[in-house]
């Protein structure tokens, strides 16, 4: 993500929605690069702490306590969404309602970014859910053009020393 703002990829009065923003760093590092950012979370806590952390920098965010999956979303009108814990904890049925959710919202061309637990790691909770290539691609590929899949580091703990994560970059058909 940061690779993509700074080298303009992701213009900086761009309209972004992040999907399931966590305690909201990644939204907050857009605001401050100056992107109209919408951020959704469905845990109330999470969205609380990521308004303070906002605060602390100085800028507006528009947090909301949600569910991807029956938000009622703007049509066409997000350049760019953003999900990097979301998707991995969703069931199939769940990823169809998902994929109409994004398209819905995202402008024609709009760009979205995908980033999710790799099946190549060395993980055994039932959440979140493992993803193979095959269901990245199967699953936005009718909607979607692949730009870019790759796995990449992600988060690593005690236990995980070098997790795989996927990454993936995608752009709404026109």
């Known amino acids: 993500m940061v690779n993509l703002v700074f080298n303009e990829k992701i213009p900086n009065s761009s309209k972004i929605l992040e999907i399931g923003c966590g305690i ?10 100056g ?3 919408t951020a959704m979370d469905i845990s109330e ?3 609380q702490t990521a308004t303070k952390i906002a605060d602390l920098y100085g800028v507006k965010v528009h947090w909301k ?3 991807i999956l029956t938000v009622d979303l ?3 009108h997000y350049d760019v969404i953003t999900d ?5 904890h969703l069931s199939n049925d769940e990823r169809e309602i998902y994929v109409k959710q994004v398209n819905k ?13 790799s099946d190549k790691m060395k ?11 095959d269901d990245l691609i199967n699953t936005f590929h009718d909607k979607f053009v692949l730009e870019k899949l790759e796995r990449v580091l992600s988060f690593s703990t005690e236990t995980r020393h070098k997790p795989l994560g996927w990454f993936s970059i995608w752009y709404k058909r026109e």
């Open 35 to 37: 992107m109209n950012v």
């Open 84 to 88: 990097q814990g979301c998707f991995h």
């Open 105 to 117: 919202a995202l402008k024609p061309g709009g760009m979205l970014l995908i980033r999710g637990f």
């Open 74 to 76: 703007l049509e066409n």
């Open 45 to 47: 806590s999470a969205i």
């Open 24 to 33: 909201g760093s990644e939204s907050t590092f857009l605001a401050v690069r």
């Open 65 to 67: 306590v949600g569910n």
């Open 123 to 133: 993980y055994t909770a039932p959440q979140p859910r493992l993803l193979t290539s």
